[in-house]
């Protein structure tokens, strides 16, 4: 079956950097998009991107500056996501999803489980 | 980016109700929508796409419908399992955007 398991949680002082993995099993990695959503604490969900598995071509939400990367790892399925220059606000909790398409329709059918990135001095 | 908009915020219910939430676009979106239910602690589960076709494995009791810039998701018996966080979100253009949420509360 489809999976997608993500990294534990994080805890880490501002300023420094975090990378979360999302690895994928269970079907052709390089078949569909992976996409990346942010919940902060007592917000709703905020789409953050997708990264095209199969060329390593991001496309981020312009209200994500450089300092959220996405990459992959086609040897392992695995996509990551690095935050660097963390602050307080980067406290959430992130998740990847899958990107499917039904009736032409982009949806995010699978979902990893969540990784808490805190962010605290 | 295409703002969405649900109503209510939240609600109250109890189980067996007929319950409805509604979902506005800020442009027409023909029926690039689709819902989501996330419960505190797990993955959100993608529940009805294209507006209004189901999901597999997901129970006929959910009920998407509309079209253009205005979207409803009906549950029609409300189960206990039922309570959650929906949101709307549109996939008519990039970047992708999700309403803020309706939280269904046990009454």
């Known amino acids: 079956q489809v999976l997608l398991v993500q990294s534990g949680s994080e805890l880490k002082k501002p300023g420094a950097s975090v990378r979360v993995s999302c690895k994928t099993s269970?079907?052709?990695?390089?078949?569909?998009?992976l996409h990346w959503v942010r919940q902060a604490p007592g917000q709703g969900l905020e789409w953050m991107g997708l990264i095209n598995t199969e060329t390593g071509d991001p496309k981020y939400d312009p209200a994500f500056p450089g300092r959220f990367v996405f990459s992959v790892d086609t040897s392992v399925g695995t996509a990551y996501l690095q935050i660097s220059s963390l602050t307080p606000e980067d406290t959430a909790v992130y998740y990847c999803?899958?990107?499917?398409?039904?009736?032409?329709?982009?949806?995010?059918?699978?979902w990893g489980q969540g990784t808490v990135v805190t962010v605290s001095s | 980016d295409i703002q969405m908009t649900q109503s209510p915020s939240s609600l109250s219910a109890s189980p067996g109700d007929r319950v409805t939430i509604t979902c506005r676009s800020g442009?027409?979106?023909?029926?690039?929508l689709n819902w989501y239910q996330h419960k505190t602690g797990a993955a959100p589960k993608l529940l009805i796409y294209a507006a209004s076709k189901l999901q597999s494995g997901v129970p006929s009791r959910f009920i998407g419908g509309g079209s253009g810039t205005d979207f409803s998701l009906t549950i029609t018996s409300l189960q206990p399992e039922d309570f959650a966080t929906y949101y709307c979100q549109q996939s008519y253009d990039t970047p992708v955007t999700f309403g803020q949420g309706t939280k269904v509360e046990i009454k």
């Open positions: 442009q027409r979106i023909n029926t690039f």
């Open positions: 269970g079907y052709t990695f390089t078949g569909y998009s």
């Open positions: 999803a899958r990107g499917d398409y039904s009736e032409f329709i982009e949806t995010f059918d699978f």
